[in-house]
């Protein structure tokens, strides 16, 4: 079955009542669990992006725990499985601000891991990925919070 495009999905949802939409969201959010995410993020969380941000980084603090550090190729795939996970929630915002907030958190929090990312090609090309990424969310921010972001990011 091939998906149909975003246009006719709008204009058939245009045409349902509020209860047929609800219907339609509870059932969405049964079959995967990104999507109950990006429901609760909607729901629950767009209102108070700061606390949004605190969480996941909470979340990612309990995740950087819980690396080895004593073996690098196993370091290497919770290092990439952290950063799935907050490229997830940067889709779920769409907001720069909070994708810069959260990958500079990341890239610090790696560099204060004590995780030698540099003896490791592939790690520190992810490092460099994570820092080019931030530059191109940055440029298209605001000239104000560009200097505010840029500064935190000379840290790095």
């Given at each position: 079955m ?8 709008k ?10 939409l ?29 606390e949004?941000?605190?969480?996941i ?45 959260l ?9 204060s ?44």
């Amino acid at each position: 079955m091939k998906a149909a495009t975003l246009s006719d999905i709008k204009k058939d949802l245009s045409n349902y009542n509020s209860k047929q939409l609800l219907e339609l969201c509870l059932r969405l959010g049964r079959f995967k669990k990104e999507n109950k995410e990006l429901l609760t993020y909607l729901l629950f969380e767009v209102q108070n992006e700061e606390e949004y941000i605190r969480d996941i980084k909470s979340e990612i603090d309990l995740q950087f725990k819980e690396i080895n550090a004593a073996n690098l190729y196993w370091a290497k795939k919770t290092l990439r499985k952290i950063l799935r996970n907050i490229n997830k929630h940067i889709r779920y915002s769409g907001i720069p601000q909070t994708a810069v907030e959260l990958l500079v958190y990341y890239c610090t929090k790696l560099n204060s891991s004590g995780i030698k990312y540099q003896d490791s090609t592939a790690l520190s090309n992810l490092y460099t990925s994570q820092l080019k990424k931030i530059n191109k969310f940055i440029s298209s921010m605001h000239e104000d919070l560009q200097y505010d972001f840029m500064k935190r990011l000379e840290s790095l």
